[in-house]
């Protein structure tokens, strides 16, 4: 069975700085990798997502993520944090073996808060 | 136009009672699926369905039940409520393979006194 890591529950950084948010995931065969975003009382929008094109995809709002096979990871990134960006924070993988009603595996999500 | 909409978005019930959540896609997916997300936030699949073919999520117990009218519905129907049902759930739904995009609705908050 495929597992999904986030390391971080809470992630705090200042207005303006780097973000970061880590995945690992679990896998024998790289899966499909997906990163989504949650604001309060919301459903869950797609950031970006990873399905063996580029590794380093480029998602909305100015986020990215880099599969990194080696260290089976998908770390979220972005340059510069804006308040706008506090939300919660779900990587998330799909089985490639599966066609039709496979459904996703998600992180326990990371909470991003961003000092003022 | 909404992609994925659920209704109702809050349902407060009585324990023992027996409920249901729609919803509806526009996207012409053939796929749909339920989740879970308990107070933790922590989101688990429950049921996918796929052209008539329903998958179900082992830890589910069968008081909850998919029901697909057409292609573009799929609803939750729970039997006698309990406590711990209590979570959002929330609806998605996808056109193809695994690589693809799954789309949300925006959730039903369901509380059970």
């Known amino acids: 069975a495929q597992s999904v890591t986030q390391l971080g529950s809470h992630v705090s950084v200042s207005e303006g700085a780097l973000v970061l948010l880590r995945c690992n995931y679990s896998s024998s065969v790289p899966p499909y990798l997906f990163w989504y975003v949650q604001y309060p009382n919301q459903g869950l929008q797609l950031l970006l997502k990873?399905?063996?094109?580029?590794?380093l995809v480029k998602g909305i709002n100015g986020f990215e993520a880099e599969f990194k096979k080696s260290e089976t990871s998908f770390h979220l990134t972005k340059p510069s944090a804006h308040m706008s960006d506090a939300a919660e924070y779900f990587c998330?993988?799909?089985?490639?073996?599966?066609?039709?009603?496979?459904?996703?595996?998600f992180g326990k999500g990371t909470h991003l808060i961003i000092q003022p | 136009d909404t992609a994925v909409s659920q209704t109702p978005k809050y349902l407060v019930t009585q324990m023992g009672n027996d409920k249901s959540i729609k919803c509806e896609q526009n996207?012409?997916?053939?796929?749909m699926y339920w989740y879970k997300q308990d107070s933790k936030k922590f989101l688990k699949i429950m049921f996918s369905y796929n052209n008539k073919e329903l998958i179900i999520n082992e830890t589910v117990p069968n008081r909850f039940s998919p029901k697909s009218p057409d292609k573009a519905h799929l609803n939750l129907h729970i039997n006698s409520l309990e406590l711990g049902d209590s979570a959002v759930y929330f609806c998605?739904?996808?056109f193809g393979a695994g690589q693809e995009t799954q789309y949300f609705g925006p959730g039903t908050r369901l509380l059970v006194l």
């Open positions: 998330a993988v799909s089985d490639r073996s599966g066609g039709g009603a496979d459904g996703l595996t």
């Open positions: 996207l012409g997916h053939d796929t």
């Open positions: 990873y399905t063996s094109a580029a590794t």
């Open positions: 998605a739904s996808r």
